[in-house]
């Protein structure tokens, strides 16, 4: 079984600071993960995604996100916020063990609040 | 990217009443749907996967007869709860898989989600 944990329902960053978001896995197999934005009103849109090549992964919006298997991490970070940053932010892991119909299983969010 | 429709945004329906929420793919075919659940506070929670002109595969404990899922085209899914219930109020979110393929090259698009009330 697989499962993700985000630290921090809520987190709050200074516009121009760095943005840190935490995001722990758990998976007998080899993990493919991911980092969506929800913005308000909107659908879930995918920012970057880990499947397995280079462990620092880059993604939209100047965002990226570092897999650490020794730490079963894969946090996002951006190093200078923006007030359009604001969001929520799911963190999400999969498998290949269903091959095409492969179900993603989603972490409980983090609420990304900027500070003017 | 590409765009999934959801519709409707926002549905309060009466308590026995049963109530459709259409999920759309407009600029691309999406031989699989997603269909998930969102608790205030709580993750989304996979109900149920279905592929285009076969029957849903659903996650265990989510009930079939209930939460009746149709994906007659590559372009539309439906999920309709039946006989609704108050604590059927919930956050509904799909999502269609573009191409061929699996996780790794291809992205699953998500609509906008659907938030429905039974009073």
């Known amino acids: 079984a697989q499962s993700v944990t985000q630290l921090g329902s809520h987190v709050s960053v200074s516009e121009g600071a760095l943005v840190l978001l935490r995001c722990n896995y758990s998976?007998?197999?080899?993990?493919?993960l991911f980092w969506y934005v929800q913005y308000p009103n909107q659908g879930l849109q995918l920012l970057l995604k880990y499947t397995s090549a280079a462990t620092l992964v880059k993604g939209i919006n100047g965002f990226e996100a570092e897999f650490k298997k020794s730490e079963t991490s894969f946090h996002l970070t951006k190093p200078s916020a923006h007030m359009s940053d604001a969001a929520e932010y799911f963190c999400?892991?999969?498998?290949?063990?269903?091959?095409?119909?492969?179900?993603?299983?989603f972490g409980t969010g983090t609420r990304l609040t900027i500070i003017p | 990217g590409a765009v999934v429709s959801q519709h409707p945004s926002r549905v309060i329906c009466k308590s026995g009443t049963s109530v459709k929420i259409e999920c759309r793919s407009l600029d691309f075919q999406a031989t699989t749907m997603f269909w998930y659940r969102q608790f205030p506070k709580q993750s989304l929670m996979l109900m149920a996967t279905?592929?285009?002109?076969?029957?849903?595969?659903?996650e265990q404990g989510v009930e079939k007869d209930k939460f009746l899922i149709n994906h007659a085209s590559l372009t539309l899914s439906t999920l309709t709860v039946t006989s609704a219930h108050p604590e059927d109020s919930s956050f509904y979110i799909c999502?269609?898989?573009?191409?061929?393929?699996?996780?790794?090259?291809?992205?699953?698009?998500f609509g906008q989600g659907t938030r429905l009330t039974v009073v």
């Open positions: 999502s269609a898989r573009q191409g061929i393929g699996t996780i790794m090259n291809t992205e699953a698009f």
């Open positions: 998976s007998s197999v080899p993990p493919y």
């Open positions: 999400a892991v999969s498998d290949l063990s269903n091959f095409g119909n492969e179900k993603l299983t």
């Open positions: 279905s592929n285009e002109g076969s029957k849903a595969t659903y």
